[in-house]
């Protein structure tokens, strides 16, 4: 994870910024709360450093969604 323009971004074959990531979190929350308020989150943390930065940034969103019981996998 780097520091661009005061955004931290994760890279390995593509550039995920913190605003993407959050724009898919969004997403999936606001099914989530429309469908039976499960959302899991799979990623690779332990494969891939910018899985690290995806699962801060889902849990941080993950905050404003407390009707939503968020899991990772």
């Known amino acids: 994870v780097e520091l661009r323009d005061n955004e931290r971004v994760g890279f ?9 990531i959050e724009r898919i979190a969004r997403v999936g929350f606001d099914l989530a709360a429309k469908r039976q308020g499960r959302l899991c989150s799979v990623d690779k943390a332990n ?17 404003e969604y407390p009707q939503v019981e968020l899991s990772h996998m």
Do not use: F
């Open 47 to 63: 494969v891939l450093e910018v899985s690290q930065l995806w699962r801060e940034v889902v849990n941080r969103v993950g905050e």
């Open 12 to 20: 390995n074959t593509l550039v995920y910024a913190e605003h993407e």
